[in-house]
């Protein structure tokens, strides 16, 4: 009798142990449902608020571009027009060169003095 009432009680004890186990594990399930769940709103919602973001700093990047090309553009013709102005002065004679070389070291110490 005492061997039954073991293998009996032993039957038991790992069916409670089984069904314990089975809560935990559905549990276990459906927290990490949850959580899946959860990643998901997440990824859904931070997808929703970059694209536009992107959108908006593709467009000022473009924007910005624009402006250094055109400014580089300008920069260059103003380069250019010194240069053939200063060139012209050059070719007039000796007399013109010197006071251009006075003028250009005019406005050199008048930008010096306003940098301090």
């Known amino acids: 009798m005492t061997v039954e009432s073991s293998i009996i009680l032993l039957l038991f004890v790992t069916i409670t142990c089984l069904v314990v186990l089975?809560?935990?594990?559905?549990?276990?399930?459906?927290?990490?449902?949850?959580?899946?769940?959860?990643?998901n709103v997440i990824a859904t919602s931070v997808q929703?608020?970059?694209?536009?973001?992107?959108?908006?700093?593709?467009?000022?990047?473009?924007?910005?571009?624009?402006?250094?090309?055109?400014?580089?553009?300008?920069?260059?013709?103003?380069?250019?027009?010194v240069a053939s102005l200063i060139g012209a002065g050059?070719?007039?004679?000796?007399?013109?060169?010197?006071?251009?070389q006075g003028i250009l070291k005019g406005i050199s110490f008048g930008l010096g003095l306003f940098r301090k």
Do not use: H, M, W, Y
């Not at 089975?22 to 990643?39: M, Y």
């Not at 910005?64 to 260059?76: P, V, Y």
């Open 22 to 39: 089975t809560v935990f594990i559905v549990r276990l399930i459906i927290s990490a449902t949850n959580l899946s769940n959860n990643a």
């Open 48 to 81: 929703k608020e970059i694209e536009p973001t992107l959108k908006e700093l593709k467009e000022a990047a473009r924007s910005i571009n624009s402006i250094a090309n055109n400014a580089d553009a300008k920069f260059q013709n103003t380069k250019a027009s």
């Open 90 to 100: 050059a070719c007039l004679g000796g007399k013109l060169k010197s006071f251009s």
